[in-house]
Structure formats: structure tokens, C-alpha cells
């Protein structure tokens, strides 16, 4: 793709984790709106779980996360006690005690728990839900610090997948994001990780970060290819100071350009498909036995708040601060502040401070843009027919999309089949926010497409 096209389309855009995005989100939805929701899902379906451990004992300065830093250890278990208590909550909820498929902890870092409090928070999690047969456990980890004992309590507490977070290799780009991270220390987690019985490990990189080159990404993906992870995530840096003041420690003068942030994802995506890793939408890789991988052939790719996906279940309940949950009716978000979460689940009641309730049409425009997020493709007419109404109706979207296809974006066939080209898919995002009907009224502002 060439550059001056690429600047063209480098406009902000969601990275749609969600349709309607959270920003939609609004008071309407309350915690006796999510009570009703919880109590009325369907007994035997599987539910998937997200908690969220909103603290690090440092602070990176690129972070886009909710998270807040500590060095003591009295808030992280005085937040444990709540998270209890919500778990309780939420169980009690329910219309029976769940099955869930799916366990994710993020950050955060949930690597900030000790030992005793990995064991604690697993137990409560398994005497107020049913764990499948195969169930997935997934956990972020930030590798400095995080030794042989959480490494074994993880395992203790049945955990199958773990996340670490490398980002870039380089010590001058840890330098300038206050991230120092030997890479030995990485090597170490992922061989303990794996000694431990942790199979799967996802590695999370980025780029677009202050002093990066391309050969800071090259060194970084060739140490990445070299520990076979199942997974990569390859992030571009978000830089939105306006919402995350912390980010302006970077100097904005040491971030790389449009065209140098697209070098750099080009030459990182190149090397791990060369690598045999396989393309997964917008910034996701995968080996081919991986089951993303799998997904993605068998046409059930998904999207949610933790990225792409192969989760089946129609419910994921968000347990912590800041957590956001998508059930059958809606989304709903918990209360950021720490203390604002304490004093709602404290109070006895749940934590949500928003949500949003889908709409038919809000439904069918999520299918639509969760397709084109997956496949980078969408059969319109198909959709319409599933979701009962007419093709026509896109009409508008379609006409839309003219200038794109003329910029060699996206391609559209006389059945209404939207494609996005492979040159094109850094800017998957682009098509997907033609068919947003949220965008033009929100006052959000996005990062950058690429
Ligand atoms: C919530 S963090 C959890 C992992 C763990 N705390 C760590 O950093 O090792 C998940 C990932 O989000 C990515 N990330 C964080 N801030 C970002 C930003 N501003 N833009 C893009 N990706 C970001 C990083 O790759 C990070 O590993
Ligand atoms: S990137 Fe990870 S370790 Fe760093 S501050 Fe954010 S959540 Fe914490």
C-alpha cells in the first residue's frame, strides 16, 4: 500500500473490541438492569469470566490500560476482598450455579498476586462456578519480578494459557518507556511458564513506540520467532494522552511517523508469517494448530474486549474494576475508580455504572463489522437475510464504501460481498466505521488506524 495513501486513511477510528463501542455506553443501564440480565441467562449455556487486577508495581509510560501503581501490597488485598465479594455477588445472581468455558485474568497485572492470593482468587472462582472439561485459563504476565512460586500457583490453580508482555526487546526503547525488561528474564518466564504444564503462551509486541526502528522490531521478532510462541500479538502503540496523562513522559519528538509505524508493522507481520504464523485480523498471529488459527478457517473467528478470539459463549461476565461484561440483552461496565468499585460492591449491591442495551439493528451492525474485523469480508446480503431485513437498507454504506474501493480498500461484488484486500488489511478498521452509526454523534477520540 502506498504511503500517501496510507496517510490519507490514518484518520482516528475504534478498534471495535465492540459494536456499539464503550464510549456509547451510558448511566441507563444499571446494576438492577444487570442483576435482571444475569438472572435470566439461560441455565445451560457457558459463560466466560474476565477479572481485572488493576495494578503493576510500575508504571510503563505507553500503558493504555486501567491500572494504577503500587508499591505496597495492602490495596491489591484489600481489592481481593472485593473482587470476592462481587463474585458472590454476581454468582448469587445467576439462575443456577454456571458452567463457564473460559477464565481470563487481566490488567493490569495479575501477576502482582502472590502466591496464597492466585490460590484464593481461584478457589472462590471454582466453588461459585462449574468448570468445564477443558476449560481455557488465560492470564496476562509481566515477566520482571514474577518467579518460580506464582509461576506454580498458576498451575496449581488449573491455568492453561498465559500472555506475557514483551513489547520490544531493545534496551533504548525500554529506556524511553520506562520498561526495563531484559530478555533473559523473558526467556526464563516462558520456559518456567512451560516446565510448569502452561502450554500455551502468547507473546504481546509492539510498535510505534518512542526510539523504535526497524531493526529494534526485526531483533524483537527474530527473539520472539525463537521462542515458539502459539500466539503473538503485535499492538501499534495508541498514544492518547489526552485520555492517559501519563503518556506524555514520552517525547513525542522520539515517535516514530506514519510511515515509519507502517514500516515497522509491515516488516514485524512479514517476518511471522515467514516464521509460519498465520494472519489473525488487525494485529493477531497465530500458529496453524492454534485453535485462533482454527477458527479463522472454520469461519467462527470472534471479537470481544480481549481481542480476537475463538470463544463460543454468548455471555462474558466482567468482574472487577472497570470491567465491562456482554450478554445476551447488552453490554455493562463496572465502576474505573478503584474506590468507586469498592463502595458500590461494598454497599451490597453490583458494580455497573453503565452499559448499553443492543437495539435490532445495533445487533445486525456488530455482525456486520465483527466479520469484517475477522474475515475481512462480509456477505451483506446474507446478514440481511438473517437478521431479516433487506439488503437494500445498506444502500447508503454501500455508496459509502465507492471511494474507498477506488482507493483499492476495500472491493465490492455485485452480490453485496464486501472484501478487504490483504495490502489493504491495516486499514480493516477504516471499512468496519462505515458502518458504524455511532460515529458520527460520539465526542470520542480514537488513536491512529496503523
Ligand atoms: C494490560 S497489558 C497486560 C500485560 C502486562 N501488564 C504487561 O505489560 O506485561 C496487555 C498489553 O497491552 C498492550 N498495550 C498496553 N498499552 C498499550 C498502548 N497504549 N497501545 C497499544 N498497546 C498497548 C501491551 O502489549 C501489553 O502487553
Ligand atoms: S503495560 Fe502492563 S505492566 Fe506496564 S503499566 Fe501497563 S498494565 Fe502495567
Known sequence: MDLPLLQRYDRPVPRYTSYPTAPHFHADVSAETYAGWLGALSLDEAVSLYLH????????????????????????????????????????????????????????????????????????????????????????????????????????AGVTRASIGVQDVNPAVQRAVNRL??????????????????????????????????????????????????????????????????????????????????????????????????????????????????????????????????????????????????????????????HAYRDAITAGGLATVRGLVLSADDRLRRAVIERLMCDLRVDIAALADRFGVRAADFDGELESLIPLSHDGIVSVDGDAVITVPEPARPLVRCVAAVFDRYLATGTARHSRPV
Open 181 to 338: 525488561q531484559p530478555i533473559e528474564g523473558t526467556l526464563e518466564a516462558v520456559d518456567r511458564l512451560r516446565a510448569a504444564g502452561i502450554r500455551h503462551v502468547n507473546l504481546d509486541l509492539m510498535y510505534g513506540l518512542p526510539e523504535q526502528t526497524e531493526t529494534a522490531v526485526a531483533e524483537t521478532v527474530a527473539a520472539t520467532l525463537a521462542m515458539a510462541p502459539d500466539r503473538v500479538s503485535l499492538f501499534g502503540y495508541a498514544h492518547v494522552p489526552w485520555m492517559k496523562r501519563h503518556q506524555r513522559l514520552i517525547d513525542e519528538t522520539r515517535l516514530p511517523d506514519a510511515a515509519a509505524r507502517f514500516a515497522q508493522a509491515d516488516l514485524a507481520a512479514a517476518m511471522l508469517v515467514d516464521g509460519g504464523y498465520v494472519r489473525i485480523g488487525l494485529d493477531h498471529f497465530a500458529r496453524a494448530d492454534d485453535g485462533l488459527a482454527l477458527a479463522l478457517r472454520q469461519g467462527r473467528l470472534r471479537r470481544n474486549f480481549q481481542g480476537y478470539t475463538d470463544d463460543t459463549a454468548e455471555c462474558l461476565i466482567g468482574l472487577g474494576a472497570s470491567a465491562i461484561g456482554g450478554l445476551p440483552q447488552g453490554y455493562v461496565q463496572n465502576a474505573a475508580p478503584i
Open 53 to 156: 487486577i488493576p495494578f503493576c508495581d510500575s508504571l510503563c509510560w505507553f500503558c493504555g490500560c486501567h491500572t494504577k501503581i503500587t508499591r505496597r501490597y495492602a490495596p491489591v488485598s484489600a481489592y481481593l476482598d472485593v473482587l470476592e465479594q462481587e463474585i458472590d455477588r454476581v454468582a448469587d445472581a445467576l439462575p443456577a450455579v454456571m458452567p463457564v468455558s473460559r477464565i481470563h485474568w487481566g490488567g493490569g497485572s495479575p501477576t502482582i498476586l502472590t502466591p496464597d492470593d492466585i490460590a484464593r482468587l481461584s478457589r472462590r472462582l471454582s466453588e461459585r462456578f462449574r468448570w468445564m472439561e477443558g476449560l481455557e485459563f488465560s492470564v496476562e504476565i509481566d515477566p520482571r519480578g514474577f518467579g518460580t512460586e506464582g509461576i506454580a500457583a498458576l498451575a496449581a
